[in-house]
């Protein structure tokens, strides 16, 4: 979501062309490129400080003083010239400052594998989308919900952390160490010699508890690197806090002081997190000791005895941990004592840890492995009916907290997209997790079908209940050709439905190939509001899991797999039947194992490829821009880096005397937001905002209702000169944004800024001098829109007094 220009340069200015008429364009009295050019600058120094989307760029082509500029043509054949210094400038005499926060965003290549992470990323993001507005005390059954949200997302979160570290521990502890090494010995050796070392009857670390010890290094190894992830961004992207602190507003939570200063509660987050994590290899290591020191005839109480010993601490401190994760970080005081707390319990489960190492590989005569590792099938059964039980709970609390909302203002899925979207993460790094242990055991084995092993392959299995996410992956592969095929068929009668009105704006009495292509624009500019039915369609197998796991918590039958479901069905249709659903649950392995190696192809390319990053942006500025206040292992904000360093640079120009505009386009007009909201109260008279191609009212209004909307919007009108929003219809991320003045419940909106989308294409057929004809822009090239240096002489105007607005402009003053 980034602006193209950052990318090429500045297109130039385009000669003066015949645009459409009327509802198409902007009206002369509300155009902003209508206000008269002899307005100059306002008297007071001003600096028009602009911040670009999220694929950034470098600070020269940012600036626009680059040597060459496009003065004709396009990007692929066009005329250029020397850059002059009016050509730095929208406004002859006013600064122009970037803020380049790009490199928080890409560099290095290792940051590719951020995008595995991506369940951390959404279960994170639905933390911040529950509904309701948060500057109403929340009283009663609403308080009861409020808390009842924000707990169930975070231990929802502590399960996915638990979950990848099973899935490693499925890997190495239960199918290289117990099922391979231990369990088959020679045969294990025959079938992968690499494992000589672990499997040979002569081996040292052949033995039941020292193979599990040495399977024990992969979810280890797993949970160190998550670990150092979590603790070296905490790092990059530390800042101090600001000397004056900013003007609090109940309508705006953006607005308070420790907003974007997590460091604290994400430090206990992930000491709670880590603790889990070791607590559950701790357990694959215990259990299988402690179960054969409960069977075993020889060797007295003492084995058993410490065994249970250490499975009682192990509870008492992985139960605390997970306990933990719930203590609010809104108390500076809390925040220290729990953080306190939960390194201590994160050491005591280190120590734990060893203890039971040392436990596990106590030598005991007699010891064989068998089957699939004890403990690990019914830690993986819980843990999913558990991620059921919490996903209901965030349900039911947000439908309460939408109920409670006099006004809504549109919200996603009536208020249901947080739930739906932690559902969707679970989902995703179930079907990951599932794809990791099936692939794994597939290739260790040397089967190709985990059913129907041959005499030259071992016989490896994985838990169950993996099975049912391998066919839920395989169903969403499906739901996904199905939504493709509905999304395309919609987007056809969208532009049939658009073609009057183009002819109409255009005057145009024959439709042509432009005319189709202008209504293409159109209504491809207007599918993002079919994005909450494309997530409730995706919904639909994780529904059936989470039924399907309640029903077996709840009969006891923990370890359904697809294949006793089917056992039904009579005869012939029963072995097509059962046919059928090894196919799809193959199929779902290898799509969810092509799934993993394709977001990190997509992640390593996305942060060396600016094309690349700009197609996966969307998600992914939404996803990173909130702090981590749910998962510690979630990819890094940006925010928390980026708002704090633009407020203390705004504030110290407004110190100095300098006015300033900040100018925000895509998610950078989110940036631009927040960085208002935490401005000193001292800096607010001057300083003026320009959203342009801008999220903040069609996205994050309807996804994050609590933080943005029609009320947190007036409170940012409030809080600077002037406002002015541009957008355009073939713009598939931006739109108007409402406002509502007063204290809130259902009222008239008013519109910030453009009123009307701006006229893309600027006209129908090519310009004087030119042979092509005008592109469609879309999401691109707002800053060479007449209409915005036009906006910011407006603003300017309003800060200044150099110009008032005229009668009929919608440039939103708030002081």
């Keep these: 979501m980034s602006d193209p220009t950052a990318s090429h340069g500045a297109p130039g200015p385009e000669p003066a062309v015949p645009g459409p008429r009327t509802s198409a364009s902007v009206p002369p009295s509300s155009d902003p490129s209508s206000a008269p050019a002899g307005s100059g600058p306002p008297v007071r120094a001003c600096v028009e400080l602009r911040v670009h989307g999220v694929s950034g760029g470098q600070a020269e082509e940012l600036l626009d003083v680059e040597p060459a500029m496009r003065v004709g043509g396009d990007r692929l054949a066009g005329f250029f010239r020397w850059r002059r210094k009016a050509d ?57 919900a409020n808390n009842a949200y924000g707990a169930s997302v975070r231990l929802l979160a502590l399960s996915l952390t638990m979950l990848i570290t099973l899935a490693a521990g499925g890997l190495g502890m239960d199918l290289v160490a117990w099922q391979c090494a231990a369990g088959q010995g020679e045969e294990c050796v025959r079938a992968r010699p690499w494992l000589a070392f672990l499997a040979s009857p002569a081996s040292v670390l052949s033995a039941p508890g020292t193979a599990l010890l040495v399977g024990a290094v992969l979810p280890v190894a797993v949970v160190v690197v998550l670990w150092r ?70 060797g007295g109480a003492g084995p058993w005895t410490a065994g249970a010993v250490l499975a009682a601490l192990l509870a008492v401190v992985v139960t605390a941990s997970s306990l933990s994760v719930l203590v609010p970080g809104v108390d500076p005081r809390w925040n220290a004592r729990a953080d306190r707390v939960c390194r201590r319990l994160r050491d005591a489960t280190l120590v734990l840890g060893i203890a039971v ?28 009916a558990v991620q059921v039980a919490l996903v209901l709970l965030m349900l039911v609390a947000a439908l309460i907290l939408f109920s409670a909302d006099r006004a809504h203002d549109g919200a996603a899925m009536r208020g249901l997209a947080g739930p739906a979207t932690a559902a969707l993460g679970t989902l995703l790094g179930g079907g990951f997790s599932a794809a990791l242990v099936y692939q794994g055991s597939l290739w260790l084995s040397g089967c190709g079908s985990l059913s129907t092993p041959g005499a030259d392959c071992l016989p490896l299995s994985a838990p169950p209940a993996y099975s049912w996410l391998q066919l839920a992956f395989a169903l969403e592969a499906a739901i996904a050709v199905g939504v493709v095929a509905v999304l395309t068929l919609e987007l056809r009668r969208s532009t049939r439905a658009h073609l009057p009105k183009v002819t109409e704006d255009y005057v145009r009495s024959v439709r042509d190939r432009r005319t189709w292509e202008i209504a293409r624009a159109r209504a491809a500019g207007r599918m993002t509001e079919v994005l909450p039915s494309v997530l409730a369609a995706f919904l639909f197998p994780a529904v059936a899991l989470g039924a399907l796991a309640l029903y077996s918590a709840l009969t006891g039958h923990l370890a359904a797999g697809p294949a006793p479901a089917a056992t039904a069905v009579a005869g012939e249709v029963r072995g097509i039947a059962q046919s059928t659903v090894s196919v799809l649950i193959g199929v779902g392995s290898l799509l969810g194992g092509a799934s993993l190696v394709t977001l990190a192809w997509i992640g390593r390319s ?3 490829d600016r094309p690349t990053r700009q197609a996966v942006g969307a998600l992914w ?12 292992l979630a990819p890094p904000s940006y925010a928390e880096r980026a708002v704090p360093q633009l407020s203390a640079r705004v504030a110290m120009m407004t110190r100095e005397g300098t006015d300033v505009v900040l100018s925000g386009h895509s998610q950078g007009s989110v940036l631009a937001a927040a960085t208002v909201w935490q401005l000193p109260g001292d800096c607010l008279g001057r300083i003026a905002l320009i959203t342009h191609g801008s999220p903040l009212d069609r996205l994050y209004a309807r996804y994050f209702p609590a933080y943005f909307g029609p009320e947190p919007f007036a409170d940012l009108r409030d809080r600077v000169s002037a406002w002015h929003n541009l957008w355009r219809v073939t713009d598939a991320i931006a739109g108007p944004v409402r406002l509502r003045d007063g204290c809130g419940g259902p009222g008239p909106l008013r519109t910030v800024g453009q009123a009307e989308p701006l006229p893309d294409p600027r006209g129908y057929d090519a310009p004087p001098g030119e042979a092509r004809r005008p592109e469609i822009l879309g999401h691109s090239y707002y800053t060479s829109d007449p209409a915005y240096s036009g906006a910011l002489r407006l603003v300017m105007g309003a800060m200044g007094g150099a110009q008032a607005p005229q009668a009929g402009t919608v440039a939103e003053g708030g002081r």
Excluded: C, K
């Excluded at 509660?265 to 357990?283: E, K, P, Q």
């Design 88 to 144: 730095t400038e929208t406004v002859p005499g006013v600064r122009r400052e970037i803020f380049a926060w790009g490199n928080l965003t890409s560099g290095s290549s290792s940051r590719a594998f951020w995008l595995l992470l991506l369940p951390f990323m959404l279960t994170n993001v639905a933390y911040w989308m529950r509904p309701g507005r948060m500057d109403r005390a929340p009283t009663g059954v609403r308080r009861l």
């Design 229 to 298: 992830l979590s603790r070296r961004t905490a790092a990059d992207y530390e800042v101090v806090a600001a000397s004056v602190p900013p003007r609090p507003s109940a309508a705006a939570p953006l607005s308070h002081a420790g907003f974007w200063r997590n460091s604290e509660t994400m430090a206990r987050l992930r000491s709670a997190h880590i603790s889990v994590a070791l607590g559950t290899v701790t357990a694959l290591l215990l259990v299988p000791a402690f179960r054969h020191d409960l069977g075993s005839t020889t």
């Design 357 to 384: 190492a040392v436990y596990t590989a106590w030598p005991r005569p007699g010891w064989a492995a068998s089957g699939r590792l004890p403990g690990n099938g019914a830690i993986l059964n819980t843990l999913f």
């Design 606 to 608: 996305a942060y060396r």
């Design 621 to 632: 500025d939404v996803g990173t821009f909130w702090p981590r206040a749910a998962h510690p």
